[in-house]
C-alpha cells in the first residue's frame, strides 16, 4: 500500500527475513531502535549491554511485541568480552551473521572484530 506521496512504506519493500544481526550498544536510543527495526522487518536479533537489568528490561519488551531478539551482557572494551559475544553469536547463529551495528560507545581504539 502506498502513502500519500506514492512511497510504499519500507516493509513492504523489503525485509530481513532469516537474516541475523548483532546490534552493540542495543538497550538505549538509536540502538534500541535499530534492534527494534532490524527485528520488526524479520531479522533474528542479538543484542548486548553492559548492564543486565537494562538488558533484561529490554528482552521483556520486545518479547512482548513478538520480535525475535536474544541477548547478552558484555563489554565491548574489553577483548576478552568481544571475544566471547562473537563465539556466542556464531553458536547462536550457526556461524551466520549477516548485519553488524556496533553502536557501543568505546572512548579506547577497540575493534568489535579483527578482520585478517
Same mark, same amino acid.
Given at each position: ?12 519493500? #523489503? ?6 544481526? *548483532? &546490534?552493540?550498544?542495543?538497550?538505549? !536510543? ?6 527494534? $527495526?532490524?527485528?520488526? *522487518? !524479520? ?10 537489568? +537494562? %538488558?533484561?528490561?529490554? %528482552?521483556?519488551? #520486545?518479547?512482548?511485541?513478538? *520480535?525475535?531478539?536474544?541477548?547478552? &551482557? ?8 568481544? +571475544?566471547? %559475544?562473537?563465539? $556466542? /553469536? ?14 557501543? %560507545? /568505546?572512548?579506547?581504539?577497540?575493534? *568489535? &572484530?579483527?578482520?585478517?
Amino acid at each position: 500500500m502506498a502513502t500519500a506521496n506514492g512511497h510504499s512504506p519500507p516493509a513492504s519493500r #523489503w525485509s530481513l527475513h532469516g537474516m541475523t544481526a *548483532l &546490534v552493540t550498544g542495543g538497550t538505549r !536510543g538509536i540502538g534500541s531502535a535499530t534492534v527494534e $527495526e532490524l527485528a520488526g *522487518l !524479520g531479522a533474528k536479533v542479538h543484542t548486548c549491554s553492559r548492564n543486565e537489568s +537494562e %538488558l533484561n528490561d529490554c %528482552l521483556q519488551q #520486545w518479547k512482548a511485541k513478538g *520480535l525475535s531478539v536474544s541477548g547478552s &551482557v558484555c563489554d565491548v572494551s574489553s577483548a576478552s568480552e568481544r +571475544e566471547k %559475544l562473537v563465539h $556466542e /553469536v556464531a553458536s547462536l547463529y550457526n556461524g551466520a551473521l549477516n548485519i553488524l551495528v556496533s553502536l557501543s %560507545l /568505546v572512548l579506547a581504539s577497540n575493534a *568489535l &572484530v579483527k578482520l585478517n
